[in-house]
């Protein structure tokens, strides 16, 4: 298996423009994270969805950032506009089910620069 | 609400000598704890579970951790630190938030520095 793939690996971008990063979870996991990782706040949940469906967003930050996804093999986290603030690794993670004992597998993260 | 607290921002220790990364929780029912381990440029990796039965947990790479109830505690340990085990290493507990999802929380992280 795979694991979870994230795209891209770095991305550098300047303030006020869009960025998308997208990840592809593992193979009949259904629940799916996005994190974001800085050395001020640490490991923070964004949005977590189950089977496709969005289920938790009050992680995220503000209406300037949004999540989808269309199948349960793609998901999309999109910032439009970015800001400098919002310089940090953004990881994806699945999971094979919705039990309070699965772990989560996590992709190499999206380190995020914004000029 | 759930939380789990790594009190050390850092821990040193020689190559050779037993390690202890620290970690206490909150949680309102049953806990469901796990310890994971970043490596730099990596995305975390899981390393152990807690979900019932013995409070000594063994997991990947020699680790082991102790839950203890009355303390509310999963210290992660090992008997022989490598230098290989100089990484981050994160506390979370999983449990269910006030709306009746699934909520993974993790600590703030502990790096841990082993001295050739």
């Known amino acids: 298996d795979a694991g979870v793939i994230q795209s891209p690996r770095h991305e550098v971008t300047e303030m006020g423009q869009e960025v998308t990063l997208r990840c592809k979870p593992i193979s009949g996991h259904n629940s799916l994270f996005w994190y974001r990782q800085t050395m001020m706040r640490g490991l923070e949940l964004l949005i977590y969805?189950?089977?496709?469906?969005?289920?938790?967003d009050s992680g995220m930050p503000e209406d300037r950032f949004s999540a989808k996804m269309p199948n349960a093999s793609f998901s999309t986290l999109k910032i439009q506009p970015s800001e400098p603030r919002d310089s940090a690794v953004y990881f994806c993670a699945s999971s094979p089910g919705t039990g309070r004992f699965e772990k989560l597998f996590f992709g190499s993260g999206t380190q995020l620069s914004v000029l | 609400a759930q939380s789990v607290a790594q009190p050390e921002d850092q821990v040193n220790v020689a190559e050779g000598n037993p390690l202890t990364v620290k970690c206490t929780y909150s949680?309102?029912?049953?806990?469901?704890l796990f310890w994971y381990v970043q490596y730099p440029n990596r995305g975390l990796q899981f390393l152990l579970k807690y979900i019932t039965g013995d409070n000594l947990v063994k997991g990947s790479y020699g680790f082991e951790a102790e839950f203890n109830k009355s303390q509310t505690s999963f210290h992660l340990k090992k008997p022989s630190a490598l230098v290989s085990d100089s990484a981050l290493y994160f506390c979370a507990v999983r449990d269910l938030n006030s709306g009746g999802y699934q909520k993974v929380t993790f600590g703030t992280g502990t790096k841990l520095q082993v001295i050739p």
């Open positions: 949680v309102s029912g049953n806990p469901y």
């Open positions: 969805f189950n089977n496709n469906v969005p289920i938790d």
